[in-house]
């Protein structure tokens, strides 16, 4: 949290314009002795799928876990829509249309599907809804919009059928699915996804990849973190190699392919 010093209260946290809606300046994060971020520095435009890619142990968790609050950062910045929000929580940030996806918990599991839903949005009385759904079945309006949000996520990621089932019964791809719906629910800016396509089956993943482009198309800016080449290369606009703690590049999937150091470092083999 920096306060510039003709605004001692940190009212105005506006910094030096960012270059997109997302930016990333200089993180650094150790652990012990590992130095998970060491400098790693990018940009996202508005509107835009950025594909995050590199070998295990590159710190692309750490840096998504970062910028959604999840992780206290080292130091660096990260900039939001013009704003430092370095150091804010993973709700505040999550508050201003910064949002990522989380493993479903243990409490999720206990919840049906479309309770998993209603209690994503904070500040909506999600209490209420399920309140409501398990006792009298009656809402009010505020509360039939989110119901009516949930089921309108559910018809398009194929989970209707589900709808009364457990999260515990849900199959691995499903519970991923589930997992960027409940993100959805908070009406995001920006999207975190950290290998979403896990335990997805391919034909699933393909579907998921069409939402993804949706809306994206919508404007919704999505930074996602993928293994699987084909899938990056079929979804981002943009990709951003990292190695080590750093980035190694950014550009098209074309450009990256013309980098030999990237190549060598990494798509090779
Ligand atoms: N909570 C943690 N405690 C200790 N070390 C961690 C923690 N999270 C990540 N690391 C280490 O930081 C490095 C980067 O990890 P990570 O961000 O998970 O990489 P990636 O997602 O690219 O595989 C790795 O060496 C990893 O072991
Ligand atoms: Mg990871």
């Not at 989110?146 to 089932?165: I, P």
Request: with cysteine; net charge negative; aromatic share 6%.
């Amino acid at each position: 949290m920096i306060a510039s010093e003709s605004d001692p209260a940190g009212a105005d946290r506006r910094v030096q314009p960012a270059a997109g809606i997302l930016e990333v300046r200089d993180l650094h994060k150790d652990f012990g002795g590992v130095h998970a971020l060491a400098g790693a520095s990018f940009y996202v435009e508005q509107g835009t799928i950025t594909g995050l890619i590199g070998p295990n142990g590159a710190g692309k968790s750490t840096l998504i876990n970062l910028v959604s609050g999840f992780t206290p950062p080292g130091s660096g910045q990260v900039v939001y829509d013009g704003e430092d929000i370095t150091g804010h929580s993973a709700h505040q940030i999550a508050r201003l249309g910064l949002v990522r996806t989380f493993q479903l918990s243990s409490e999720f599991a206990r919840l049906t599907v479309i309770e998993n839903l209603l209690t994503a949005v904070p500040d909506q009385r999600g209490s209420t809804v399920l309140a409501a759904l398990r006792g009298k079945r009656y809402w009010r309006r505020a509360e039939e919009e989110s119901v009516a949000r949930a089921r309108e996520f559910l018809g398009r990621f194929g989970l209707t059928d589900v709808e009364d089932l457990y999260g515990a019964e849900l199959s691995g791809g499903q519970k991923r699915l589930l997992e960027i719906s409940r993100a959805l629910m908070g009406r995001p800016r920006v999207l975190l996804l950290d290998e979403p396509f896990a335990g997805v089956n391919p034909t699933l993943a393909r579907e998921v990849e069409d939402i993804l482009r949706a809306l994206r198309d919508e404007g919704m800016t999505i930074v996602l973190v993928e293994h699987e080449m084909g899938a990056i290369d079929r979804l981002c606009d943009t990709v951003v190699v990292m190695a080590a703690g750093t980035v190694l590049a950014e550009g098209s999937m074309a450009e990256i392919r013309e980098n030999q150091e990237v190549v060598d470092a990494y798509l090779a083999g």
